[in-house]
Every structure is written in C-alpha cells, then in structure tokens.
C-alpha cells in the first residue's frame, strides 16, 4: 500500500506520463473475447482475460512480442533443431536432444502438470505462432543478425526435456568420482570429498572406474548448453518468516533463484487474471504461467534441492552385434530410432537414436563393447521443468499446496510456502528415486539388473515442514535433510556458508519488514573470511577488514586471492584443485599450517601483479580492489557488442548470500530476479529482473533494471488492479476479429 500511495502521490505531483499512457488497440481473429493487458513502468504484463483459453493465448502473444528470439533458440535447443539455423557443426548437439526427449504415455504426460495442461500449452503456442504471423515475414533485428526466420511452435516443443536435464547435476558428480578415485584413490576422496551424509563410498565391483572419463558425456552436455555447475557453485536461497517476526503481524517471502546471468533475462515476470486465475510471478519464458510467485492467498519461492534424479549404466556389448546388450543373462536388443536432421548449408543428414531398458545411450564405445545409458527421471511423466506451476499458482491452502507439490517433479526444489492465513511452510519437492541397494555415488553395471530403482518416493515422505517452531524456515541449496532422516535424497549440497548467514541474521531479536529483507538479499558477509582471520590473527594482512565483500574492498580483493591459492597450498596443485575452500579451512583449524598460508599469500600477491586474462594491454592497471578483477556481463547469445552489456563491478563471491559465483574471479551466474512478497498487503511486495524485461533491443525495458541491480535497489510489484493503474505506462487491448 506504502509503495503504491507513494505512486500516486507522484502522478498528482508531476501530471506527466502517468497520466496519459500510451493506449493502443490491435485484432488477434483466435481469441473469443477482449484483453487488456496493462504494462507497468518496468515493462511487466498484466493481462485481463474472461477465460482460461484467451489468457494463456495473450501470454503467449505477448511474451513472443518481448522475447521472441529467447523464445525460438529456447525451442530449438530442446526440440534438436539448431543445425537446422547452425549448419553440421550443431548436428551431434540436435541428435542428443532428440534421444533425450519424452517418448512415453502422452496423456499421462499432460494430465501430470494439471488436469487442463494441455488446452492451456495449446492456447500458449497458438499465442506465440499467431504473433509470428502477425510478422508478415519481417525479421526483428536478432533474426536479422543471424539470418533466418522464426519457427512455429508446437505443445510438445513446451515439454522438451533439455532444459529440465541441465538443472540436475549428478551423472556428471558420477564421472567425477570415478576420475578422483582412479587418480587420488578411494581413502583420499572418502576423507577429502566425502558424501553428505558421510557414507562409506561403495564403487561397484567390476566398473573400470578409470575408464569413465568425461568423452563420455561430452555430447549429453553440450546438448544442455555446455558444463554443469556443480553444487558448490550454486547459488540460490529462500527463506520465510511468519507473522510473530514481522512489523505487520503477517509472513514475509523472500526468494532469489541463482541461475545464469544473460541477456535476455532468464525469467519473464507476468500477472494472469481470469475466471480461476489470479497470480503475479515470474517463470521461464517458454512456458505458461508462473514458477514462483503468488495468488491472492498463497505466496511460494524456490531453491534448487539437487536430489539425485539420475543414474549412469555401464552396458555391455554384443561383440558380434553392438545394438545388442546383456540384461539379466541374455542379449537385449536396443530400441532404435531414426531422425533426419535438417542442416543449414548441407543435406539433411539422419541419424539413429539407441536406447536401452534404462534409458538413452548417451555413448558408445565399441572398442571395448561398452555403452552408457542415461536413467533418468526425465523418462517418467510430468517431468518437463518448472510446468507443475499451473498447479502450484491455483492452490488456496497448505494441503492444496502439498498435492500441488505431487506434482512438481523436476527440477527437485526447495519451495516455501506462506498465506494470508499467516501459515508458512517449506517442501523439499522433486521426483526422488529409491535406491534399495546403492548409493547413486557411481555408475553402474546395467547387465546385472542387481541396480534398477524401485519406484519413487511419495510427497508424504520428502523432508518438509509447516509451521515450525523458529517461526521461520531458510534454504540456500544446502544440506536439508532434518535429524534422523533416513531416506536418500542426495549426498551432495551447496557448503552451508549462505544458509548459516541467513539464519545468523534472522536471529535478529527486531521485527522484520519488506525493506529488512532487501538488505538481507544483498548481503555480502563472508563467513568464510570470518573463519579464515581467525586462522591468521590479529597481525595478518586483513586484520581490521569486516569481512564484506563490498566492490571498493581492498582486504577483500587480497582475500580473494589468498584463498583462492590456499588450496593448492595445503594439498597441492592436483588434489588442491579438487578440494574446497572450507575443507580446506577445516583442515587448518585442525592441523595449523602457517607455512602453506605464507605460501598462498605469496602466490596472490604474484597472481594480482599478473594481467587478467581479458586484458589487451600490458600497462592497463592492476586491480586495486575487489570490483577491479569481480565483474558480470550481460551476454547475448548472438554476442554482439550492441546487444552486450558491462562488464560491471560486483561484490560478494559465491559463499555470500549475495552470491555472484563464476569462474576466474568473474559474475557468471546469480540472483537476476529477486522478490520479496508481504502477506500483509500483496501491493507492498518488491522485486528485481535484471537486465529488464523485454528482450527487444529497441525497448527501453531492455536493459533498464540494471542499474538498479548493481546498486541492490528493487521495484514494486503490483497486484491489485487500482496498484496496477497506478503505475501503468501502456494499455494494450487485444480484440477478437469481427
């Protein structure tokens, strides 16, 4: 209400652009009664439909209007049809999407997300194609660039399964594994890189564990759009509070899901009114609805869970007849499948598609009669990411809420939950394998039908909570699993630095209020630093620092670089390159070193008196402080200096609750949407979607956000329709054709 008062008081004062926003009206001969869709001053939609088909027609429209070449190379990825605008240098990357993609029940597959999935994904493409035609042919300037046309959609392009597949990390953990315990030996991974909970590592008898080398996956991910980030490099948090913490007597929300920074935004945020609809949120843009959001009586966020949804099979072989493979003491044959693959410049060239009982063969190596197959959930159905939401978004109560959560089966999160009733609650969701005989740790003999899953946990038996006690609930891709708990989920998280943050500040004996939260979210307190000083003394080089990661730090910038060789000092330059930053510090807290951390400083002082990588010029400055080496850019995937943005300075690391991980010292991936909602009055919620929201180059929504970003600075996010006018900037009315 504050937030929308402060609106008005502005229109009253200035009698500008608010006043009078720019009114436009345009046919649309699908749809069976008037739209309006009211665009904001961040450039978000909210649409007003009078029923379900026209809504998700209009999201469709307008989100192809704002994104659609996010849109087309989205779908192109996960339906294998980027040689096809590519050339051949795509085609290995289009054979593995298709072998990837859903081949199971279709009607169980469209009833799992919903009940109308189906009819509502239909109105959503026929949104997205009808405004390609509206086109006449013309090419937005992306399309320009790349030289080619956007393409019709279909519903099953929605339910691709590639972007699903990237957010789960452990068939590449697996290989991993093997490669650490073929060159450092099994005692040394179990006490360096142990699992969590700790369990005695168990490879299985005859694998090659040396053999499993990461050829084996150098399709699968490149199909996902390159190397996952691997748990320690997550980045995401959520936390709620009920009402005896906050100003208002209600909950509070706060979610900042961690994923790659890009331009586009990863996330399109939208509002959708009509009969049986009534939410505001954000999702990925090629799909209906919202992920995370809220209605007019629930609120939900997300964290990434990482439960291990997937297995790698070691097949073997029929020597005289390598589409054959044993099982259970006979020869198999595979299924095999064939595609043709249309190729830009060149023939189309087909391809065969392998599968075996356990799933796509990702691999082959018929040298050693050996191929891999991929067990992953992604089979079963109901498994496309984040499109459970169109349950989620209509669930009134805890228990709606919970067979909501049924549903939402990839990727595994950690939701919260609030209402207006002042309940809060949190569920580990995900579809979670049961492994009765193994750990998941390794791959595994397919051959033996001694590691098969059996069956998958209910929503009744995934870690959860409702109304707790702490009156709050917290998760930051950590290890979630309460005491006692006897289920495997996974056995690998995000390092609890984040999570011990957020709880060390929601100890905090005051009430808390929207603005509280906003300073929470930008946290940059290095508890890791903490531990680190405390190792040093009073005397060492950052004695007197604070341990924030602010941009103008210079003890930050040495912090940095001292521990970023304090591994290496401590256990060399191979097992060095393995262990963390806090099994490292662990180790020093048990076993002091004072000779490797005089070490480790010596290498950061040579490290930062050497030129970065990205620098062109031997006499460019030295970095000075922590913003001077940590940066993000915004890259576009055509990556052209106009649709570009930064580099920008960035504080925090990827142990901060700001977390700004990456590689070399620089923002790859991170919080680019941000909400905090209040229970109390749903117009005082707040968020953030850098770099803005449309993807149009000549939009001034395109990069519009960013400075806000960087500078920790959020904006209203309306719900009702008077705090919508309030803040309106353009109204749009779709009409049917008369």
């Known amino acids: 209400m504050r937030r929308m008062l402060l609106a008005l008081l502005a229109v009253a004062v200035s009698g500008c652009a608010l006043l009078s926003p720019a009114v436009s009206e345009k046919e649309e001969p699908t749809l069976k009664q008037p739209v309006d869709i009211l665009f904001d001053r961040w450039g978000v939609p909210h649409i007003y439909a009078k029923d379900t088909y026209d809504l998700f027609f209009t999201q469709g429209w307008i989100t192809a209007r704002d994104r659609l070449f996010q849109l087309d190379l989205w779908r192109r990825i996960g339906s294998g049809r980027l040689a096809e605008v590519l050339g051949p240098s795509a085609v290995k990357r289009d054979r593995m999407a298709r072998l990837l993609r859903y081949r199971g029940n279709w009607d169980a597959e469209w009833a799992s997300y919903a009940p109308d999935t189906k009819e509502i994904v239909t109105a959503f493409v026929e949104g997205i194609n009808a405004y390609i035609r509206a086109l006449g042919g013309q090419r937005p300037v992306e399309f320009k660039v790349a030289g080619y046309d956007p393409g019709a959609w279909t519903p099953e392009d929605v339910v691709s399964r590639v972007a699903g597949l990237s957010m789960m990390l452990n068939v590449q953990s697996e290989v991993r594994r093997c490669q650490d315990v073929a060159k450092f030996g099994l005692d040394k991974v179990q006490k360096y890189m142990p699992p969590d909970p700790d369990r005695e590592l168990d490879p299985p008898p005859g694998i090659d564990l040396a053999g499993i080398t990461p050829d084996i996956l150098k399709d699968y991910l490149a199909a996902l759009g390159g190397p996952l980030r691997f748990p320690d490099q997550q980045g995401s948090n959520d936390w709620v509070v009920d009402g005896t913490r906050t100003v208002s007597g209600k909950p509070l929300l706060a979610n900042d899901p961690h994923r790659a920074i890009q331009i586009p935004s990863l996330r399109k945020t939208v509002q959708l009114v009509a009969p049986g609809w009534d939410v505001i949120g954000a999702g990925e843009p090629a799909l209906p609805g919202i992920a995370l959001g809220h209605n007019d009586k629930i609120a939900f966020g997300f964290t990434i869970v990482g439960t291990d949804q997937e297995d790698l099979y070691v097949e073997t072989l029929n020597p005289d007849d390598p589409t054959s493979y044993r099982y259970r003491g006979d020869w198999k044959k595979m299924e095999i499948e064939h595609e043709t693959i249309p190729v830009r410049g060149a023939d189309p060239q087909t391809v065969e598609l392998h599968y075996t009982i356990h799933g796509p063969v990702i691999y082959e190596d018929k040298q050693h009669n050996r191929a891999y197959a991929l067990r992953t959930v992604a089979t079963e159905p109901g498994t496309a990411g984040y499109l459970a939401g169109l349950s989620?978004?209509?669930?009134?109560?805890?228990?709606?809420?919970?067979?909501?959560?049924?549903?939402?089966?990839?990727?595994?999160?950690?939701?919260?939950?609030?209402?207006?009733?002042?309940?809060?609650?949190?569920?580990?969701?995900?579809?979670?394998?049961?492994?009765?005989?193994?750990?998941?740790?390794?791959?595994?003999?397919?051959?033996?039908?001694?590691?098969?899953?059996?069956g998958f946990l209910d929503v009744n038996d995934l870690p959860q909570s409702y109304n707790p006690a702490a009156h709050h609930i917290a998760t930051a891709n950590n290890n979630i699993l309460p005491p006692g708990y006897t289920k495997q989920i996974s056995y690998e998280w995000a390092t609890p630095d984040r999570?011990?943050?957020?709880?060390?500040?929601?100890?905090?004996?005051?009430?808390?209020?929207?603005?509280?939260?906003?300073?929470?979210?930008?946290?940059?307190?290095?508890?890791?630093?903490?531990?680190?000083?405390?190792?040093?003394?009073?005397?060492?080089?950052?004695?007197?620092?604070?341990?924030?990661?602010?941009?103008?730090?210079?003890?930050?910038?040495?912090?940095?670089?001292?521990?970023?060789?304090?591994?290496?000092?401590?256990?060399?330059?191979?097992?060095?390159?393995?262990?963390?930053?806090?099994?490292?510090?662990?180790?020093?807290?048990?076993?002091?070193?004072?000779?490797?951390?005089?070490?480790?400083?010596?290498?950061?002082?040579?490290?930062?008196?050497?030129?970065?990588?990205?620098?062109?010029?031997?006499?460019?400055?030295?970095?000075?402080?922590?913003?001077?080496?940590?940066?993000?850019f915004f890259r576009h995937p055509l990556n052209r200096t106009g649709l570009n943005r930064g580099p920008f300075a960035r504080p925090g690391d990827a142990f901060t609750v700001n977390s700004t991980a990456g590689p070399d010292m620089r923002q790859t991936s991170g919080a680019s949407f941000r909400e905090i909602i209040d229970l109390a009055d749903w117009d005082n919620s707040v968020m953030t979607n850098a770099p803005g929201e449309s993807g149009n180059l000549g939009s001034r929504h395109y990069d519009d956000l960013i400075t806000d970003w960087l500078w920790g600075q959020y904006h209203a996010l309306p719900f009702t329709r008077r705090a919508v006018e309030s803040y309106l900037e353009q109204r749009l009315t779709l009409l049917p054709r008369k």
């Open 499 to 632: 999570v011990h943050r957020i709880e060390e500040m929601l100890a905090w004996r005051g009430k808390f209020r929207v603005e509280t939260f906003e300073h929470m979210q930008q946290d940059v307190v290095s508890l890791n630093a903490r531990r680190f000083m405390a190792l040093l003394g009073p005397d060492s080089p950052l004695a007197g620092w604070d341990g924030h990661l602010r941009v103008d730090s210079e003890k930050g910038l040495l912090y940095e670089a001292w521990v970023r060789e304090l591994p290496f000092a401590v256990f060399g330059a191979d097992l060095g390159a393995r262990v963390t930053l806090q099994r490292t510090l662990a180790e020093l807290e048990e076993h002091p070193n004072p000779e490797a951390i005089a070490k480790a400083l010596e290498s950061a002082k040579l490290f930062l008196r050497a030129p970065m990588p990205d620098q062109k010029a031997p006499d460019q400055k030295l970095p000075v402080v922590w913003g001077d080496l940590h940066k993000v």
């Open 392 to 454: 989620v978004a209509r669930a009134g109560n805890w228990d709606e809420f919970r067979k909501a959560m049924a549903r939402f089966k990839v990727p595994s999160e950690n939701v919260v939950y609030a209402d207006t009733q002042g309940n809060i609650g949190w569920i580990a969701a995900g579809l979670t394998p049961v492994r009765k005989n193994w750990s998941g740790l390794f791959p595994v003999p397919g051959e033996s039908g001694d590691y098969e899953w059996s």
